[in-house]
């Protein structure tokens, strides 16, 4: 392995891991808040109650993946979905608001959108549950 490609699949793993530890702790919370929140965000747009329950795989499962570089396109592609539909259901009067402190309302969930959207087009790299070659990842 040259340095090069060491340095890119570091860079992979930072990636993927970071992402997939911050969007958990999201998921973790919402566990033990309940489903409550959620589900009344999904119901008062209309959709059906079930929905609600897949943003545990958006945001518990889905990480996990990430973490461990298992399934990781897939994974974070269920992250991206995760995030549109948090924007679409719950950011949408913040899409052209301002912070307080300056830069836009929603750059965590922006980081979180693109972080995710990276990794689907990377993969996982060699630093990863699927290893040197990249079946799983």
């Known amino acids: ?76 592609l269920i992250v991206v979905v995760n995030m549109l539909f948090a924007f679409g259901l719950v950011h949408t009067k913040q899409l052209m608001e301002m912070a307080p402190t300056g830069g836009w309302a929603l750059e965590l969930q922006g980081m979180y959108l693109a972080g995710a959207l990276a990794v689907a087009l990377l993969g996982a790299g060699r630093l990863s549950f699927g290893g040197i070659d990249g079946r799983w990842n």
């Open 1 to 76: 392995m040259s340095h090069s490609q060491g340095s890119q699949d570091l860079g992979k793993a930072v990636l993927r891991i970071v992402l997939g530890v911050l969007i958990l702790l999201h998921g973790i919370s919402k566990i033990m808040a309940g489903p409550g929140f959620v589900v009344k965000v999904v119901t008062d747009a209309g959709l059906p109650v079930e929905l609600s329950y897949l943003v545990y795989v958006g945001e518990v499962l889905a990480p996990i993946l990430l973490i461990v570089g298992l399934w990781t396109r897939a994974a974070a």
